[in-house]
C-alpha cells in the first residue's frame, strides 16, 4: 500500500545529474579549501600533505560508497538524517539530524568569513582599498540569499558555473608550477618523516584538514527528492565528487610544494594567501584570477551548504521535529523558503559575532575545528548504517565488498584524525571548535530525550519520511528557475 505524504513538497524530479554533481562539487569549495583548509594542514603534514590527501581521499570514497548505496534505496530531502533513522532507528536518526544542524548551517559562516579575509586583503594591500571585513560577509550574504531563496534550478546552475571556474584557475596554475619545477620534482613528499613533526604523527593531523576539504561531497543527498532519477543520480554523484575533487587536491597540493619550495614550506603556513602569493610570483598581475577563484569559491560552497541544510530543516521540520514552519515551501519557487531565510540570518549572525571577536580567519579556524570532529562522527554512523540496512532490510542484495569491508574500512580509518584532533589539542583559539563540538553532542541527547518524551511521534517517523523514485519527468509546464 502506497504511503499517504502529507506534506509540503520541493520540485520534485527538476533537476539533472551536472546541477547535482556541482553541489556536491562547490560544497567542497575545491579553491577555497586549497587556500585554507590545506593551508592549515601543512602545518603539522609540511611538504608531506600530499600523503594525507591520498589518505583522506580513500576514506572519502569508501563514505560516498555507503552514502551510494543508501540513497539507492531512500531518496530524501532529508539525506544523510533519513539514512541512519531507517538503518539504526529513529533516535540515532535524531542525533545526525541535530549533529547537522551545527555542521551545515555553519558552512555558510565559515565561508562568508573565507569570503571577507580574501576580499579585504586583496582590496587593502593590493588595491589600497580599505573596505570593512564585515561588509564583504554582508555581500556574501546577500549573494547567497538571493541564490538560494529563488529556486534550486537557479542555485545549481549557478553552481556549475561558479565551480568549473574554480576547477579550472586552480588546476591551471597548479599544473604550472609543477612544470615550472623541472628536476626539483619528488616523490620525497610522500615519505612521512619528511612531515614536520617527523613521524606519522603529522601524516594524520594534517590529514584531519584534509578531511576538511573533503566535507561536503555527499551533499547530493539532500537533493533526492528534487534530482531526477535520484536512486541512480546520486551515488553516481557522491562517487565522483569525491573522487574527481579528490585528485584536483592531490595535484594541487603537490604544487604547493613544489610552487613554494620543498624546504621551505614551514614559512607557507605564515603566510596567510599564499596560492595568491604564488599566482603574483608565477603570473604577475594573474594574482587577479585567483583572487576571483578563491572569492567564487566561498560564494559557490556557501550555496551549496544552504542548499544542503535547508533541505535537511525541511525534512525535519515537516515532521514536527522542528517546528512545522521549517517544513513549509514558497508557492512559486518550491523552496523550503522559510528554512532558507532562518539559515540565512543565522549564518550572518555567526559570522558578524565570530569575525568580530577573533577576527575572520579565527573565525574560520574555530568554525571548520567544530565542524570537522561532528561530521566525522556523522560519516562513521553512515558506514554503520549501510551495513546494518542491507544486513537487516535488503539481505538479499548484501555484498561482502560493499556493504561490509569498504563501511568498516571507513570507520576504522577515521579513528585516526579524530584522536589526533585531540590528542594533543591544538591551539587556542581553534581548541574552541572542539569543545564546541564536544557541548553540541552532549546537548543532543539533551534535546533527544526532552523530544523523546514530549514528541515520540515525530521522532518516530523520520525512518518515513522519504519521496519513492518514481523515475518520473519534470512537472508539465514547470518554470522554477
Given at each position: 500500500?502506497?504511503?499517504?505524504?502529507?506534506?509540503?513538497?520541493?520540485?520534485?524530479?527538476?533537476?539533472?545529474?551536472?546541477?547535482?554533481?556541482?553541489?556536491?562539487?562547490?560544497?567542497?569549495?575545491p579553491?577555497?579549501?586549497?587556500?585554507?583548509?590545506?593551508?592549515?594542514?601543512?602545518?603539522?603534514?609540511?611538504?608531506?600533505?600530499?600523503?594525507?590527501?591520498?589518505?583522506?581521499?580513500?576514506v572519502?570514497?569508501?563514505i560516498a560508497?555507503?552514502?551510494?548505496?543508501l540513497?539507492?534505496?531512500?531518496?530524501?530531502?532529508g539525506?544523510?538524517?533519513?539514512?541512519?533513522?531507517?538503518?539504526?532507528g529513529?533516535?540515532?536518526?535524531?542525533?545526525?539530524?541535530?549533529?547537522?544542524?551545527?555542521?551545515?548551517?555553519l558552512?555558510?559562516?565559515?565561508?562568508y568569513?573565507?569570503?571577507a579575509?580574501?576580499?579585504?586583503?586583496?582590496?587593502?594591500?593590493?588595491?589600497?582599498?580599505?573596505?570593512?571585513?564585515?561588509?564583504?560577509?554582508?555581500v556574501?550574504?546577500v549573494?547567497?540569499?538571493?541564490?538560494?531563496?529563488?529556486?534550486?534550478?537557479l542555485?545549481?546552475n549557478?553552481?556549475?558555473?561558479?565551480?568549473?571556474f574554480?576547477?579550472?584557475?586552480f588546476?591551471?596554475?597548479?599544473?604550472?608550477?609543477?612544470?615550472?619545477?623541472?628536476g626539483?620534482?619528488?616523490?620525497?613528499?610522500f615519505?612521512?618523516?619528511?612531515?614536520?613533526?617527523?613521524?606519522?604523527?603529522?601524516?594524520?593531523?594534517?590529514?584531519?584538514?584534509?578531511?576538511?576539504?573533503?566535507?561536503g561531497?555527499?551533499?547530493?543527498?539532500?537533493?533526492?527528492?528534487e534530482?531526477?532519477?535520484p536512486?541512480?543520480?546520486?551515488?553516481?554523484?557522491?562517487?565522483?565528487?569525491?573522487?574527481?575533487?579528490?585528485?584536483?587536491y592531490?595535484v594541487?597540493?603537490y604544487?604547493?610544494?613544489?610552487?613554494?619550495?620543498?624546504?621551505?614550506?614551514a614559512?607557507?603556513?605564515?603566510?596567510?594567501?599564499?596560492?595568491?602569493?604564488?599566482?603574483?610570483?608565477?603570473?604577475?598581475?594573474?594574482?587577479i584570477?585567483?583572487f576571483?577563484?578563491?572569492?567564487?569559491?566561498?560564494?559557490?560552497?556557501?550555496?551549496?551548504?544552504?542548499?544542503?541544510?535547508t533541505?535537511?530543516?525541511?525534512?525535519?521540520?515537516r515532521?514536527?521535529?522542528?517546528?512545522?514552519?521549517?517544513?513549509?515551501?514558497?508557492p512559486?519557487?518550491?523552496?523550503?523558503?522559510?528554512?532558507?531565510?532562518?539559515?540565512?540570518?543565522l549564518?550572518?549572525?555567526?559570522?558578524?559575532?565570530?569575525?568580530?571577536?577573533?577576527?575572520?580567519?579565527?573565525?574560520?579556524?574555530?568554525?571548520?575545528?567544530?565542524?570537522?570532529?561532528?561530521?566525522?562522527?556523522?560519516?562513521?554512523?553512515?558506514?554503520?548504517?549501510?551495513?546494518?540496512?542491507?544486513?537487516?532490510?535488503?539481505?538479499?542484495?548484501?555484498?561482502?565488498?560493499?556493504?561490509?569491508?569498504?563501511?568498516?574500512?571507513?570507520?576504522?580509518?577515521?579513528?585516526?584524525?579524530?584522536?589526533?584532533?585531540?590528542?594533543?589539542?591544538?591551539?587556542?583559539?581553534?581548541?574552541?571548535?572542539?569543545?564546541?563540538?564536544?557541548?553540541?553532542?552532549?546537548?543532543?541527547?539533551?534535546?533527544?530525550?526532552?523530544?523523546a518524551?514530549?514528541?515520540?511521534?515525530?521522532?518516530?517517523?523520520?525512518?518515513?519520511?522519504?519521496?519513492?523514485?518514481?523515475?518520473?519527468?519534470?512537472?508539465?509546464?514547470?518554470?522554477?528557475?
Amino acid at each position: 500500500m502506497e504511503r499517504e505524504q502529507r506534506f509540503d513538497h520541493l520540485r520534485e524530479h527538476s533537476i539533472g545529474f551536472a546541477q547535482v554533481l556541482f553541489q556536491s562539487i562547490t560544497h567542497m569549495a575545491p579553491a577555497a579549501a586549497v587556500a585554507f583548509s590545506l593551508l592549515v594542514g601543512f602545518s603539522f603534514a609540511g611538504p608531506v600533505l600530499p600523503l594525507s590527501v591520498i589518505f583522506a581521499l580513500a576514506v572519502a570514497l569508501l563514505i560516498a560508497n555507503s552514502v551510494g548505496q543508501l540513497a539507492k534505496q531512500m531518496p530524501s530531502a532529508g539525506g544523510l538524517y533519513t539514512y541512519t533513522s531507517r538503518a539504526l532507528g529513529p533516535r540515532a536518526g535524531f542525533l545526525v539530524g541535530w549533529a547537522f544542524l551545527l555542521a551545515e548551517p555553519l558552512v555558510a559562516p565559515l565561508l562568508y568569513l573565507v569570503f571577507a579575509a580574501t576580499a579585504s586583503d586583496a582590496f587593502q594591500n593590493r588595491l589600497g582599498i580599505n573596505i570593512p571585513w564585515w561588509v564583504w560577509v554582508l555581500v556574501a550574504a546577500v549573494l547567497v540569499f538571493y541564490l538560494t531563496y529563488w529556486g534550486i534550478r537557479l542555485s545549481t546552475n549557478a553552481g556549475i558555473a561558479l565551480g568549473i571556474f574554480e576547477i579550472v584557475a586552480f588546476l591551471a596554475l597548479g599544473l604550472y608550477m609543477i612544470f615550472a619545477a623541472g628536476g626539483e620534482n619528488t616523490l620525497q613528499v610522500f615519505n612521512p618523516a619528511n612531515s614536520l613533526e617527523g613521524t606519522w604523527s603529522g601524516v594524520f593531523k594534517g590529514m584531519v584538514f584534509s578531511i576538511l576539504a573533503f566535507i561536503g561531497f555527499e551533499a547530493a543527498a539532500p537533493l533526492g527528492e528534487e534530482a531526477r532519477n535520484p536512486t541512480r543520480t546520486i551515488p553516481r554523484v557522491v562517487l565522483a565528487s569525491a573522487l574527481v575533487i579528490g585528485l584536483f587536491y592531490l595535484v594541487c597540493s603537490y604544487a604547493s610544494v613544489m610552487g613554494w619550495g620543498f624546504d621551505k614550506m614551514a614559512s607557507y603556513v605564515e603566510n596567510p594567501d599564499p596560492w595568491t602569493t604564488m599566482a603574483t610570483r608565477y603570473w604577475g598581475v594573474g594574482w587577479i584570477i585567483i583572487f576571483l577563484a578563491i572569492v567564487n569559491s566561498a560564494i559557490a560552497n556557501a550555496n551549496a551548504g544552504v542548499n544542503a541544510a535547508t533541505r535537511v530543516m525541511y525534512a525535519m521540520g515537516r515532521i514536527d521535529v522542528l517546528p512545522r514552519a521549517f517544513g513549509r515551501t514558497h508557492p512559486e519557487h518550491r523552496t523550503p523558503y522559510v528554512a532558507t531565510i532562518a539559515q540565512s540570518i543565522l549564518a550572518l549572525v555567526v559570522a558578524l559575532v565570530l569575525g568580530a571577536v577573533f577576527d575572520p580567519v579565527g573565525g574560520f579556524s574555530i568554525i571548520a575545528t567544530a565542524v570537522t570532529i561532528v561530521v566525522i562522527l556523522v560519516y562513521m554512523a553512515v558506514c554503520l548504517s549501510s551495513i546494518v540496512f542491507y544486513l537487516r532490510e535488503r539481505r538479499d542484495q548484501f555484498n561482502v565488498l560493499l556493504h561490509g569491508v569498504f563501511p568498516v574500512l571507513a570507520i576504522l580509518i577515521l579513528f585516526a584524525p579524530l584522536y589526533y584532533q585531540f590528542f594533543p589539542l591544538p591551539p587556542y583559539p581553534v581548541r574552541l571548535g572542539n569543545y564546541f563540538a564536544i557541548i553540541w553532542i552532549v546537548l543532543g541527547f539533551v534535546a533527544l530525550g526532552l523530544a523523546a518524551s514530549r514528541r515520540p511521534q515525530a521522532i518516530a517517523q523520520a525512518e518515513e519520511i522519504f519521496v519513492e523514485d518514481e523515475s518520473a519527468e519534470p512537472e508539465s509546464g514547470s518554470t522554477g528557475r
